[in-house]
């Protein structure tokens, strides 16, 4: 059985779009592609590195994928080879044709399609930005181990990791580390649901009583 990883970028404030240069996506006005270079170091080059150490197929979303085959083929580095031999995996509606050597589409009913891939023998599924992708495969808990660099700045607008259609879950933080440039770089496996508990009075105050009773009445009204 295969496992869905993911490895991403964000800022503080969970933007994630455009992080490796201005023309990236410029997608709804976004002004800030390139917002990883200028704290790049080699600490995160071995987090990346470790992402990509053990053998690895490619899930991406469409806009990605386009990114990344108008990149990768003319590069000439490690990561380069090991993405142009992987199998990519595009979860995509268009009827555009996939030119990227070994590239599969997926479509119709994707959570399903995913799930049965996740069945199947290989290689783990490495998903690289993909936003949209991510969305689903947190809508239906398709995730396996994720792993997010967070940097030190705040994007305001732009597409952001997690959505309200995000599945309810615990996390379970397996590895963290800071890198010279402040990042923050914290690997999760989901760890089952989210568990409550209450540090309320055992008897609440006539104010706090009151206070639940004008909340309720403001959003029935």
Do not use: C
Not at 74 to 81: C, F, R, S, V
Not at 163 to 172: F, H, M, T, V
């Amino acid at each position: 059985m295969r496992k869905i990883v993911v490895g991403t970028f964000v800022s503080l404030d969970g933007v994630m779009q455009a992080p490796g240069g201005p023309e990236e996506d410029r997608s709804g006005g976004f002004a800030y592609g390139g917002w990883v270079f200028p704290l790049w170091d080699e600490t995160l080059d071995e987090a990346i590195g470790a992402l990509f150490a053990a053998p690895f197929d490619l899930l991406l979303g469409r806009r990605t994928y386009e990114i990344f085959s108008a990149y990768w083929p003319y590069m000439e580095d490690p990561i380069a080879d090991a993405f142009n031999a992987a199998t990519k995996f595009v979860v995509t509606s268009s009827p555009q044709p996939l030119a990227w050597h070994n590239s599969v589409a997926i479509g119709g009913d994707v959570p399903a399609e995913l799930a049965r891939l996740k069945q199947g023998d290989g290689p783990n599924l490495v998903v690289q930005g993909s936003s949209v992708l991510l969305h689903t495969l947190l809508a239906h808990r398709l995730v396996d181990e994720l792993t997010v660099l967070t940097f030190p700045l705040l994007l305001g607008a732009g597409k952001r990791l997690f959505d309200q259609g995000a599945a309810p879950g615990a996390l379970r933080l397996v590895d963290s580390r800071t890198s010279p440039s402040g990042v923050v770089i914290s690997r999760y496996v989901p760890a089952g649901e989210v568990q409550a508990g209450s540090f309320a009075q055992d008897e609440p105050s006539e104010a706090e009583l009151a206070r639940r009773e004008r909340w309720r009445s403001e959003e029935l009204g």
